[in-house]
């Protein structure tokens, strides 16, 4: 009977597994940055891998064991395992800090400790730029020259001891750029177990910019113009004497009581705008709602399937999940939309409406003075006059009806054999705005306002 030959036995696999498993454990709970270590030190796993096996080739031959040192398939299936494990929790943490919008829950318990940086004077009107990473940013105008910062530190800690010792090298700083400020982080080094949210008082009539990655950003009563670009967090802007402008990823915005002019662009939520002075401006692709109210410049809204220009809002304007509503617009109004259902109440300008699929309403609580145009293809339009009105219309429907509520000699009916409508003809006395109506596939329908 032949003696069967020992299997060779590496320690290799239970060493790199030990390995590996306290640099993810210390990755986890203790703020170590895996990310840097494997990409400059990796070739070290081949060394030590080596090492082994040739340490196992010398205890081997001692041992009558050539076989020990050979490189089985399932050493070379763990080291391939492994290192993808480490691959994804690399590309995870570069995920989170190139890309805003992604969120990854941390585990660990909340610990915080405060901070607070000595003022910096400044002139009135000076340059300040705020630069935050992850956290809230919160911004209060003052009438003193001067720069005062204060704020928390939040890290996510299996320990209360260990997220003291990670605090403890986070601050801020208020530093000088040429003839600009700049107020910023320190010590956090883009650990995602890190948040520092800012508390800043500045100058009332500074210029103020602000570059946040992740955290809600409110600012008040400021008297000069406000930039902010969020990557991923709620905005909140109220109070202010100059121009606002947005450059969003994700979250809502809220804009109150401006004096300036407010431009809102890139992707998020809903959006509130109330009270300005200037123009409202809006140009990307918000789920919304969309709000503004109050507008004295009027709105410009462009999305990938609306644009939407109002000369003036001196009511509310909506906007999502499928509707558009304009109320009280006493300017122009120019819209082109699809799949939208349309409701403009007292436009007081020139209206032309061209949308598809959609529902369009248009109602007057008094007379028309402008000339109106709408455009629509399979879905109705429905115009909605009082009856003191003077007009002259044109309005053509393709496969539809046409009814009206409005009879005068003047006005002429027809109906071809087709099934397409004609109505033409003029209705009042003296002369009123032409009105231009056509659908296809829809139906028409002038009524008189109730």
Same mark, same amino acid.
Request: proline residues 4%.
């Given at each position: 009977?032949?003696?069967? @030959? ?16 306290? $640099? %993810? $454990? ?55 395992? $492994? ?18 919008? %992604? ?23 000076? @340059? ?12 209060? *105008? ?9 704020? /928390?530190? +939040? =890290? #996510? ?6 997220? /003291? ?36 008082? =500045?100058?009332?009539?500074?210029? %103020?910019?602000? !570059? ?6 409110? =600012? ?60 409202? &401006? ?23 399937? &609306? ?28 819209? @082109? ?12 300008? /020139? ?7 959609? +529902?369009?309403?248009? @109602?007057?609580?008094?007379?028309? #003075? ?24 044109? *309005?053509?429907? !393709? ?13 002429? %009916? &027809? ?10 003809? /003029? ?11 056509? &659908? ?7 009524? #008189?306002?109730?």
């Amino acid at each position: 009977m032949a003696s069967l @030959r020992p299997r060779g036995s590496s320690v290799f696999s239970g060493l790199v597994l030990i390995f590996i498993g306290l $640099l %993810l $454990l210390l990755h986890n709970y203790r703020g170590f940055e895996l990310t840097g270590i494997i990409l400059h030190w990796w070739p070290l796993i081949l060394i030590f891998w080596g090492a082994i096996k040739i340490y196992e080739r010398t205890a081997g031959a001692r041992g009558v064991q050539p076989g020990a040192s050979r490189i089985t398939s399932g050493e070379v299936f763990l080291v391939v395992a $492994l290192l993808a494990i480490v691959g994804i929790v690399v590309g995870v943490d570069q995920a989170k800090r190139h890309i805003p919008g %992604l969120d990854i829950d941390i585990p660990g318990e909340a610990f915080a400790s405060s901070i607070d940086v000595a003022p910096k004077t400044v002139p009135a009107n000076a @340059r300040i730029t705020v630069r935050g990473g992850r956290g809230d940013i919160t911004i209060r *105008a003052s009438d003193e020259p001067e720069i005062r910062v204060s704020g /928390k530190v +939040n =890290v #996510k800690s299996w320990s209360e001891g260990a997220a /003291k010792k990670v605090s403890e090298r986070v601050s801020a700083e208020i530093v000088q750029n040429g003839d600009g400020y700049e107020v910023r982080p320190t010590g956090s080094g883009g650990n995602s177990r890190v948040s520092v949210d800012l508390d800043i008082t =500045v100058p009332k009539k500074a210029l %103020l910019a602000i !570059h946040s990655e992740k955290g809600d950003v409110n =600012v008040s009563d400021m008297a000069s113009q406000v930039n902010i670009d969020n990557g991923n967090g709620d905005i909140e802007v109220h109070s202010t004497g100059g121009d606002v402008s947005l450059d969003m990823r994700r979250g809502d915005a809220k804009i109150f009581d401006t004096k300036g002019d407010v431009k809102i662009s890139g992707r998020g939520g809903s959006i509130d705008v109330v009270n300005a002075s200037g123009s409202f &401006t809006i140009n990307g692709e918000f789920v919304g709602p969309i709000r503004a109210e109050r507008i004295t410049k009027g709105v410009r809204f462009v999305s990938h399937r &609306t644009d939407l220009t109002l000369s003036q809002l001196s009511g509310h304007m909506e906007a999502g999940s499928g509707n558009l509503d304009v109320v009280d617009a006493p300017g122009n109004l120019i819209l @082109r939309t699809r799949d939208e259902d349309i409701t403009i109440e007292n436009a007081g300008g /020139k209206i032309n409406i061209d949308d598809r699929n959609s +529902n369009i309403q248009v @109602r007057f609580s008094a007379p028309p #003075k402008d000339d109106i145009q709408i455009t629509n293809s399979s879905a109705p339009i429905t115009l909605t006059l009082p009856e003191s009105s003077s007009f002259e219309i044109l *309005a053509d429907c !393709h496969s539809g009806e046409i009814d009206s509520e409005f009879e005068s000699d003047s006005l002429k %009916l &027809t109906k071809s054999e087709s099934g397409d409508s004609h109505l033409e003809g /003029k209705y009042g006395r003296g002369r009123g705005p032409k009105i231009i109506l056509r &659908t296809t596939y829809g139906s028409i329908s002038i009524h #008189k306002t109730s």
